[in-house]
């Protein structure tokens, strides 16, 4: 019996530590917003467990899981929805972005490392209630 207990409580404790948000994921958790003007304005929400990336002329719109180390961040299956084309959704298994956090956390650079027409690009962190 105390085996099924200290079985079940290590079971727990796995769990909840896989469901634990990572440091580096933590600062970019929110909405942020691009300031560069050379391409369609963009919007990022960083949740806990998704991205959701949006042109804002309504051109696009992307869903993925993602993560984050000191220096990139991963976005696993991507699902894109181009309205311009109106072919429907495309999937990509894997997207990768380096990317630099001011020490004040609200202003985030971006360049992306496989092939994307936008190379690198700033966003500035939306205040709560202000997306």
Not at 33 to 55: A, C, E, H, N, R
Not at 86 to 94: F, I, L, Q, R
Request: aromatic share 10%; hydrophobic share 40%.
């Amino acid at each position: 019996m105390k085996n099924i207990i200290k079985a079940s409580a290590i079971l727990l404790l796995l769990i909840f530590a896989a469901c634990e948000t990572s440091e580096f994921n933590k600062p970019l958790l929110g909405t942020w917003t691009s300031i560069d003007t050379d391409y369609t304005p963009i919007q990022l929400q960083f949740y806990k467990d998704s991205l959701v990336l949006t042109g804002l002329a309504g051109d696009f719109h992307s869903n993925s899981q993602w993560n984050a180390d000191a220096a990139n961040i991963y976005l696993k299956n991507v699902k894109v929805k181009n309205a311009v084309s109106k072919k429907g959704s495309t999937t990509t298994d894997e997207i990768t972005y380096r990317y630099t956090l001011s020490a004040n956390h609200d202003t985030l650079e971006m360049k992306v490392l496989n092939d994307a027409p936008i190379k690198i690009f700033r966003l500035v962190k939306m205040k709560p209630g202000k997306e």
